[in-house]
């Protein structure tokens, strides 16, 4: 769950830091460009953990995304803040992090008019135990086949984050995912 004294860390266009604010007063209709992260996890099958956005969040309600996603705290290690939101939002302990596109930037705006504007290394890592979703972070979570999510995102995007719309390919592009075993 999200403080309320939560912090991001705010960024210059050229991605360097250039100081924090308040999580609650960032996402609006103006967002700053700002640090965050997004994270997929697999099982020993191979399959990918995707969470449904509980219907209560301010940016993007009730759409199916990534694993978890989260900002790491003015003076944070990246690695750290993955754990951190791991067991906040998912309950799950995670291994064998592993950062898959460094760069990846986006800007999206919601219905509602909320923008989001972010640096957002993606990492991948496995699940060693518990799921068990804060329900203010997440409604709903299934265990799919990567090539299945790709083919339900080209089928119906507008159900998905734009965020996995723009790095599953790339992922799947870079080979993350290994082959899912039939289960």
């Not at 944070?76 to 791991?86: G, K, S």
């Not at 596109?101 to 999206?108: D, E, I, L, M, P």
Request: proline share 7%; charged share 20%.
């Amino acid at each position: 769950m999200t403080s309320p004294s939560e912090q991001v860390v705010l960024l210059a266009d050229d991605g360097t830091a250039i100081g924090s604010a308040l999580k609650s007063e960032v996402h609006g209709h103006n967002t700053p460009l700002h640090l965050a992260f997004s994270c997929y996890l697999t099982d020993e099958h191979g399959r990918l953990l995707v969470t449904r956005r509980a219907l209560s969040k301010q940016t993007w309600p009730g759409v199916w995304t990534n694993s978890f996603c989260g900002h790491p705290g003015p003076g944070e290690d990246m690695e750290q803040a993955i754990v951190r939101r791991a067991r906040e939002e998912l309950g799950a302990e995670i291994a064998d992090l592993r950062l898959q596109v460094a760069g990846f930037r986006y800007r999206a705006v919601d219905a509602s008019g909320i923008v989001e504007n972010e640096v957002c290394p993606v990492f991948s890592a496995t699940l060693v135990a518990g799921v068990s979703p804060a329900p203010s972070e997440v409604s709903e979570w299934e265990w799919v086949r990567p090539v299945d999510l790709a083919t339900a995102i080209d089928s119906a995007p507008f159900v998905f984050s734009p965020w996995l719309r723009e790095q599953l390919p790339l992922l799947l592009a870079a080979g993350t995912f290994a082959p899912a075993v039939a289960s």
